[in-house]
């Protein structure tokens, strides 16, 4: 999956963007934490990070 298609995976899903600096920082209003995502849009994303997002974000693949 490419970071483009997880931002709309991540948006969806109810998570808002908060501009970093280096990363994007998604919040959600019913979590007390953010989830960091590179700004790559045309990168793929490796599995192991892919898997731990989407495990932080509440998402199944």
Same mark, same amino acid.
Do not use: C, N, Q
């Given at each position: ?5 997880f931002?709309?995976?991540?948006? +969806?899903?109810?998570?808002?963007i ?10 959600? =209003? %019913? !979590? %007390?934490y !953010?989830?960091p995502?590179?700004?790559? =849009?045309?990168?793929?994303? =490796? ?9 932080d +974000?509440?998402?199944?693949?």
């Amino acid at each position: 999956m490419k970071f483009s298609e997880f931002y709309k995976l991540i948006e +969806a899903a109810g998570w808002t963007i908060k501009k970093g600096k280096k990363h994007h920082k998604y919040v959600h =209003p %019913d !979590f %007390d934490y !953010f989830i960091p995502v590179g700004r790559h =849009p045309s990168k793929e994303i =490796p599995k192991g990070t892919l898997e731990s997002m989407m495990k932080d +974000a509440g998402l199944k693949k």
